[in-house]
Structure formats: structure tokens, C-alpha cells
């Protein structure tokens, strides 16, 4: 980084949190309930990124009616509020790069599509002493890739967007921190491929947890 970076704002989904898993087998539950064919893993990977709806909108099939759609997702939404943490754990190497980023003097936040009382959950039972902030989408918050959270997040820390750098995983992490007006760092451990990430513009990258902490420290 070119500049003196205090500030880091976190994707949740795909970043920090490896959520992959249990978002799979919500989606292939609510399938398999209604009759639908199921969808892989990979499939489930490729669709993540723009919320649940989004997901599940792009799970079933094209041709399913409009009529049939409101049941499946009832049934995945349903579903996945039980069984969202069976799996779910921080990617491995992420609570080193935590707790190294909190020893120079960085401050973090996170900012995420969910639904704001979920990501303050998450942060308190995954990231609780390392993440000063978090910032779900609300009334007053739109999703990403509108800027309006990691705005928000970089308001509550006390921070500028001169002074921070957004870190995520997918193509609307990128155009969320060239809408916010900050640089990115795109992590390659998420739901992304590197060659995709680099077709929509994205050039800084971290191979793994620790390349963040040498990109904004030098170490």
C-alpha cells in the first residue's frame, strides 16, 4: 500500500468467515424439499456474494415459476437460521492476522450483506476483542456494492477513507470499495478465482491470511 493505512474494513462471508458449507446445505434442503435438482458445492460457490435471495434465485431452476419461488426460499431461509454455524468457522490463519493487525495499531471493522443483527452476532461469537465495528445492511444501510457500510464503519472508527483499505473476496467487494473511494485488497481463499477476480479489475491480492498483515505493514 502506498499510504499510511489505519483503518481495515472486513467482508464477512467468504473473507473472514468460511460459510460455504453450511450455505450448501441450506440451499440443496430447500431443493430437495420442493423437488428440485440439487446443486454442488461449486455451483453454491459461483452464486454467493450478492445475499440470500440472490442464491437462491440462481439455485433453482430458470425456468421454475414465480409462484413456486416464495415457498423454496421460505423453506432454505428457514432452514439455514438453524443450521447456519454447524460449519461455519474463521478461514484458518485469520485470528493470527487479527491479532497481528490489533498489534500494530490497526483498527477493524466488518462489513457485510447480512442483515445487521446477524453480522453483530457473528462479530461478537467469531471476532469478539479483535473487531472494533460492525455494520450489517438496515433501514439506514444499503447492500453492498453501495458504499453506504463501509462508510458507516470507517465513520464509527473515526477513520477517513484516505486512511482505509476494504478487504473481500468477490467482484462486489471490488466495486464496493471503488464506490466507497478506497483501495482493495481481494483475498484469494474465498468464493472467487484469481482469473475472474482479475477480469472485473482487481489487483492486489492476498494468497493467504498473512499476506494482508505484510501488504499493510511491511512485515
Given at each position: 500500500m502506498d499510504k499510511k493505512i489505519t483503518t481495515v474494513v472486513f467482508d464477512l462471508d467468504g473473507t473472514l468467515l468460511d460459510t460455504l458449507q453450511d450455505l450448501a446445505d441450506s440451499v440443496n434442503h430447500?431443493?430437495?424439499?420442493?423437488?428440485?435438482?440439487?446443486?454442488?458445492?461449486?455451483?453454491?460457490?459461483?452464486?454467493?456474494?450478492?445475499?440470500?435471495?440472490?442464491?437462491?434465485?440462481?439455485?433453482?431452476?430458470?425456468?421454475?415459476?414465480?409462484?413456486?419461488?416464495?415457498?423454496?426460499?421460505?423453506?432454505?431461509?428457514?432452514?439455514y437460521v438453524d443450521h447456519c454455524l454447524d460449519?461455519?468457522?474463521?478461514?484458518?490463519?485469520?485470528?493470527?492476522?487479527?491479532?497481528?493487525?490489533?498489534?500494530?495499531?490497526?483498527?477493524?471493522?466488518?462489513?457485510?450483506?447480512?442483515?445487521?443483527?446477524?453480522?453483530?452476532?457473528l462479530n461478537e461469537r467469531f471476532f469478539a476483542g479483535y473487531v472494533d465495528s460492525a455494520v450489517g445492511e438496515s433501514e439506514t444501510v444499503r447492500r453492498k456494492p453501495n458504499p453506504d457500510g463501509v462508510l458507516e464503519a470507517i465513520r464509527r472508527l473515526g477513520s477517513t477513507p484516505e486512511a482505509s483499505v476494504y478487504v473481500g473476496d468477490s467482484e462486489v467487494d471490488f466495486a464496493t470499495a471503488r464506490n466507497a473511494g478506497v483501495p482493495?485488497?481481494?483475498?484469494?481463499?474465498?468464493?472467487r478465482d484469481e482469473d475472474f477476480l482479475r477480469s472485473v479489475g482487481a489487483d492486489t491480492f492476498a494468497r493467504r491470511p498473512a499476506d494482508v498483515v505484510s501488504l499493510l505493514t511491511g512485515e
Open positions: 430447500a431443493l430437495r424439499t420442493h423437488g428440485l435438482p440439487l446443486r454442488s458445492t461449486a455451483e453454491v460457490r459461483q452464486m454467493l456474494g450478492n445475499g440470500i435471495r440472490f442464491l437462491m434465485e440462481h439455485a433453482v431452476p430458470a425456468d421454475l415459476p414465480p409462484e413456486r419461488f416464495e415457498p423454496v426460499f421460505d423453506t432454505f431461509r428457514t432452514y460449519k461455519t468457522r474463521p478461514y484458518e490463519g485469520i485470528l493470527p492476522m487479527l491479532d497481528d493487525l490489533r498489534r500494530h495499531g490497526l483498527r477493524m471493522a466488518i462489513v457485510s450483506n447480512k442483515l445487521d443483527a446477524a453480522v453483530q452476532e482493495c485488497i481481494t483475498v484469494l481463499w474465498g468464493f
